[in-house]
């Protein structure tokens, strides 16, 4: 069994930055992938940002230049940096990893959330 666990969300102003963090605990052997996901009320939930085991990265286009994933391997934690954050980037973020915990095969494991409001 695998868990993730987010935290750092909150109420932010526009412009200002937070932090997230996501820790993976469990009958680990190997991550391949860490990542975080976005989900507006009334809209679907988009990628915002992943990192792979080798270290590259993707974002959206709408957080390039303002948000940085980055990852603690030894801690099996990744970390999203928001700045400059805006109204629509108000959101629940949840985190994402692809993880091989034998018995089961490699599976999508999803944290439950964490609540991201940036007030104008």
């Known amino acids: 069994q695998v868990h993730l666990v987010e935290s750092g969300g909150g109420l932010v102003q526009v412009g200002g930055s937070l932090r997230l963090s996501c820790a993976a605990s469990g009958s680990i052997f190997s991550i391949n992938a860490m990542g975080w996901y976005r989900q507006a009320p009334g809209k679907q939930r988009e990628l915002v940002a992943v990192?792979?085991?080798?270290?590259?990265?993707n974002y959206a286009d709408s957080v390039k230049g303002r948000f940085t994933i980055s990852e603690d391997n030894a801690k099996n934690t990744v970390y999203l940096q928001m700045n400059s954050l805006k109204p629509e980037d108000s959101a629940v973020y949840y985190c994402?990893?692809?993880?091989?915990?034998?018995?089961?095969?490699?599976?999508?494991?999803w944290g439950p959330g964490t609540q991201v409001t940036v007030s104008s």
């Open positions: 990192i792979r085991s080798g270290g590259s990265t």
């Open positions: 994402t990893a692809e993880v091989l915990a034998p018995p089961d095969p490699w599976r999508v494991y």
